[in-house]
């Protein structure tokens, strides 16, 4: 089967995540998509973002391809639950919709199978957040467009530390098994050499969020190092 052009015109780019938690002070649609235009005139190939506010506001801001995905809840399956989510994500205008890939039980008792079968005839573009290794091979025998790396580190919805890198194994095994699939590597990418670490370990793309536009814990990052 032929790649979607979409997906091809990913390879080997830098994806920003432009994302803030509940709570925080930038977490408004207008700055996300004020964020997204600056992380786009940087180069960013893509924006991976959350919530169906922000991916309306992005969307109508940035001219790069939007991942969007809906994290509701903070424990189980949060990002982008069911199929209504994802559903939700491509009517607010997401090119792509990420969904968790684990095979957790899901709010709306449906399995993933079930949730992703639908979009599939729909004709969405679907990326997997993955875990394990044993996801990444249950989303690419869905038929997922892409897998990522994204859940690797455990599911702490917010996650400001900079210690550890990116899950390289877990991006090298997906490789190795799925030549034929998109792996991308999400989840703890801080610096550019990391970044071009996991493009030369065989990931697609690279997705950064944290360490670029998440400021209180590049602050936090700074202000640690200066106490240690
Ligand atoms: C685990 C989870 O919910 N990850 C989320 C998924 O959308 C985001 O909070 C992350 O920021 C994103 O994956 C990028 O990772 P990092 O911020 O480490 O560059």
Known sequence: MSMNPLIASLEGKLIVSVQAYPGEPLRTPEIMAAMSRACELGGAAAIRCQGLADIAAIKGRVEVPVIGLWKDGHEGVYITPTLRHARACVNAGADIVAIDATDRPRPDGRSLEDTVAPLKEEGVLIMADCATIEDVRRAADLGFDMVSTTLSHGTAAIDCGMADGPDLPLLRQAVEE?????????????????????????AWAVVVGTAITHPTSLTSWFKAELER
């Not at 030549?179 to 050499?193: I, N, Y």
């Open 178 to 202: 799925f030549p034929g699939v998109p792996v991308v590597c999400e989840g703890r990418v801080h610096t550019p050499a990391e970044a071009r670490a996991a493009i030369d370990a065989g």
